[in-house]
């Protein structure tokens, strides 16, 4: 390939380079505007971070936990998309994604600091507390996040629609949000004039959750709101899917990231949902974390274009090892249960047999499915060590060192495609 062209991958035999991330004339020109300049970037990013220090003394003044659903998404669910997106912003200004996801970490933040003062003003001191009306005000700022979110999604990875054709879309869910940011104003301040704060235990204004009678018109807005959002997202998922089916190359692995990071979101939620069930909340708290971890880590790997092409690698291993673990435990409980319940083995000794069982087969099981995987979400992988399994089965009947040589220098080039082959070959008297 070519040589050192900042804002590129190189890739020599397979193996990634680091995207340079200085000296692009894109964020260059950028750089010159105000609102994207490094010194906004670092003002939103202190701003967020006093947001989120904010949360703790909160916390404690509305009597409740930071783990505790009050409104808004926790800090520790949102943090990690503040973080990455403030990189973002930092090292690709002129990429909208980080900003999206720094405001979006904003709202959610300032959603959850609103709730948390709004449940200590009206729920437990009845309105003694100053600026309580401001919380009140601020307190539906989630809404934004979530609609931001959906446009997170559709913009992905570079900023841009998918097409003119989705501008749409964008204005959509735009005059959604601003229609009822409109409205939760008009209740909220109607509900000052009457003195009818009243909130729940997250902090949410009794008139705003939609089934109050008083507040009839709003109610309406509610039933229409949330299916419209449901609508967009719905919307900006499938314009990512038309993307994929279209692209190829680099686009087509930064689209695999974001994938990869919405299925361990997916996994991990209905996964935590069955842990809380059996096990303690600090191991659904870490699942759950994990999950929306991996979300904005994704996105940031995509954006950065930093050792973009090992998605591949990555999905077939853990798709692998989830179904190994997945198929072992199943044998091992089958195994205990078949030799307990039918052929009434000792209890200890079923579970040593099954033990020895599982680690015998790991091997075995982990090389048979890693193969089929390879074939479907890793096919480079696959080819090239199909590749070079032929390539060894004729090697055991070549003799002709040139015929070797010229064989050697091929399989490497279509396994490998490296920049240059070389073979050198050491004649011994």
């Not at 340079?20 to 964020?27: H, M, N, R, V, Y």
């Not at 973080?83 to 090292?91: D, E, N, R, T």
């Not at 229609?179 to 301040?189: H, P």
């Amino acid at each position: 390939m070519s040589g050192n062209v900042p804002g590129t991958i190189r890739s020599y035999g397979g193996v990634v380079g680091r995207t340079q991330l200085a000296g692009l004339p894109a964020a260059g020109a950028a750089r010159r505007f105000g609102l994207t300049s490094p010194a906004a970037c670092a003002v939103i990013g202190v701003v967020v971070l006093a947001l989120f220090i904010a949360a703790v003394p909160l916390a404690g003044l509305a009597h409740q936990s930071l783990n505790a659903s009050s409104g808004s998404l926790p800090v520790w669910v949102t943090a990690p998309f503040a973080v990455v997106g403030l990189v973002l912003a930092w090292l690709r200004p002129a990429n909208p994604v980080g900003w999206i996801m720094l405001a979006g970490a904003f709202f959610f933040a300032l959603s959850e600091d609103a709730s948390y003062y709004t449940v200590a003003d009206y729920g437990l001191r009845h309105g003694d507390l100053p600026l309580g009306a401001v919380a009140l005000f601020a307190q539906p700022s989630w809404a934004p996040g979530i609609v931001l979110v959906g446009l997170l999604i559709l913009v992905f990875p570079d900023g841009r629609l998918p097409s003119s054709r989705w501008r749409w879309l964008m204005w959509a869910c735009a005059a959604v949000a601003a229609l009822w940011m409109a409205g939760t104003v008009v209740i909220t301040a109607g509900a000052l004039v009457d003195h009818r704060t009243q909130v729940d235990s997250g902090g949410n204004l009794l008139l705003l959750r939609g089934s109050d009678p008083a507040a009839g018109w709003w109610n309406v807005v509610q039933l229409v709101f949330f299916p419209l959002l449901a609508a967009c997202w719905l919307a900006s998922l499938a314009a990512q899917a038309v993307s994929y089916r279209r692209s190829s190359g680099e686009r087509r692995q930064q689209l695999k990231w974001l994938l990869a990071g919405t299925g361990v979101v997916l996994v991990g939620a209905p996964a935590s949902i069955l842990l809380s069930l059996v096990r303690s909340p600090s191991w659904v708290g870490i699942l759950v974390l994990v999950g929306f971890v991996a979300l904005p880590v994704s996105i940031g790997v995509a954006v950065l274009k930093y050792r973009l092409f090992d998605i591949d690698r990555i999905i077939s291993r853990t798709l692998a090892y989830a179904i190994v673990t997945g198929l072992l435990v199943g044998l091992y409980a089958g195994l205990v249960l078949l030799a307990t319940q039918v052929l009434q083995v000792h209890s200890t000794v079923a579970v040593a047999a099954a033990t020895l069982a599982a680690a015998a087969l790991f091997n075995p099981v982990r090389r048979w499915v890693q193969l089929r995987v390879d074939r479907r979400f890793n096919r480079a992988r696959y080819d090239a060590d199909q590749m070079v399994a032929v390539f060894a089965a004729r090697l055991k009947d070549t003799v002709d060192l040139d015929s070797v040589r010229d064989d050697l220098a091929s399989v490497a080039s279509q396994a490998l495609e490296p920049a240059h082959v070389s073979v050198w070959i050491s004649h011994r008297d």
